[in-house]
């Protein structure tokens, strides 16, 4: 950013948006346009006329303005966009869901199924929560202590994995094995 955009427009303004932004500044550009600067020897409206004049035509497919990302859902539901959080549908802690943000919404999806929609929020550093996934957190939290009192304390419940496929897989029987560490020794 130059000096003059700095000092001339930014200092004692409030923004509500980027609408807001984009408003005042449409205001104060004639202004800031009309005036001849030394360091480009004319003026600012006078020198775009000339440098639109010598730039190629844009490309037919404009560029994606959209924020993109994909993360594995945390275990607080909540995902960062540009140092805000907001919440998600806490059913998909631990998947991963995608992430997307234009300039008015905040989409989170895991493949077709939307698990948050909220409003973008231009603060900084600020937390949104839908009431819906904080009552979904709570019914999740009670049906897991439930499942939990109804299993007898200290009995782990652990997979034993069958490892004769390991034998058919490399052609040896039950007779062969027994052979085969008979020859060893």
Excluded at 2 to 31: I, K, V, Y
């Amino acid at each position: 950013m130059n000096g003059f955009f700095r000092r001339g427009f930014m200092p004692g303004r409030d923004f509500l948006d980027p609408h807001d932004f984009n408003d005042q500044l449409d205001a104060w550009l004639p202004r800031a346009n009309a005036r001849y600067t030394r360091a480009r020897h004319g003026i600012p409206a006078d020198l775009v006329v000339e440098d639109r004049a010598a730039m190629r035509r844009l490309g037919p497919i404009a560029p994606d303005a959209v924020f993109r990302k994909e993360v594995r859902l945390p275990r607080d539901y909540y995902v960062r966009v540009h140092s805000n959080d907001y919440s998600v549908d806490p059913s998909a802690i631990g998947r991963l869901v995608q992430v997307t943000a234009d300039l008015d919404t905040v989409t989170v999806t895991a493949g077709a199924t939307v698990l948050a929609r909220h409003e973008r929020r231009w603060a900084r550093h600020r937390i949104f929560t839908d009431p819906a996934h904080v009552s979904r957190a709570a019914e999740l939290r009670r049906d897991y202590r439930t499942s939990m009192a109804r299993k007898p304390p200290g009995q782990a419940v652990v997979e034993e994995r069958d490892l004769s496929v390991y034998d058919q897989a490399f052609g040896l029987s039950t007779g062969n094995v027994s052979e085969l560490a008979g020859a060893a020794l």
